[in-house]
């Protein structure tokens, strides 16, 4: 029983053009959402982060969206560059933050083609 | 700033045998985690620590698995015995655990267990 799905286990975006990764959940009580990058034989990496409070959160090129009647969110990459290809997690914590028991998607792996 | 450091990198054991890995923590991180991730699967919290006491365990398969954080500080995980369904990467996190809920989990690069 997937409590976080990443329905999209690739894409392929050409450079500086927006790279667009979605992800939903299932279970109402989540309320803190984060995604995490992660390279080749390397841990994840923590990207950008949103509290069910916000329907937006914004960093740099990364902007994540929050659709809480859809149970649904989306990370934004613009423009994409090459060095974005990896795959991108996206997970949910109910009641912890960042510090609880982490809820993690499958992953997509995203590919920036130059 | 070092990272959160992990060994080994990689172990191959076969069924029934016994394996340990070791984690060291982000100096000053009061949090560690410990994660499995199976091949084409996102990561699954097995067990998290505060300190040296456990604050989560209810995913880690007691009956094989074991994990300690002595000194509140570095950690280790055994499997014992391992099965074929145990082939996984480990990942090991830590976090500072201040006041604040948004303390960001520091990942390290993992431990590829292959079980034979």
């Known amino acids: 029983d997937q409590q976080v799905k990443q329905n999209s286990p690739s894409l392929s975006v050409q450079e500086g053009r927006i790279s667009i990764l979605n992800c939903d959940y299932t279970?109402?009580?989540?309320?803190?959402f984060l995604w995490y990058k992660k390279y080749p034989a390397e841990g994840p990496t923590f990207l950008i982060s949103?509290?069910?409070?916000?329907d937006k959160n914004e960093d740099g090129r990364f902007t994540v969206f929050l659709n809480k009647s859809a149970k649904h969110l989306s990370l934004h990459i613009v423009p994409s560059q090459p060095g974005d290809s990896a795959v991108y997690f996206c997970a949910a914590s109910e009641g912890g933050g960042s510090q609880g028991n982490l809820i993690f998607g499958k992953g997509t792996k995203l590919s920036v083609k130059p | 700033e070092a990272g959160v450091a992990q060994s080994p990198r990689y172990k191959i054991i076969e069924k029934r045998q016994s394996v340990a890995f070791w984690c060291n923590p982000i100096?000053?991180?009061?949090?560690l985690y410990w994660y499995q991730q199976i091949l084409g699967q996102g990561p699954k919290l097995l067990i998290q620590f505060q300190n040296n006491g456990v604050v989560d365990d209810s995913q880690l398969p007691k009956d094989r698995f074991s994990a300690e954080r002595l000194k509140g500080v570095d950690s280790t995980l055994k499997i014992q015995p391992a099965k074929l369904e145990d082939s996984a990467v480990y990942l090991c996190a830590s976090s500072y655990s201040g006041t604040g809920s948004d303390d960001e989990q520091f990942f390290g690069p993992g431990t590829r267990l292959t079980v034979l």
């Open positions: 100096s000053g991180h009061a949090t």
């Open positions: 279970n109402s009580m989540f309320d803190y």
């Open positions: 949103i509290s069910s409070i916000k």
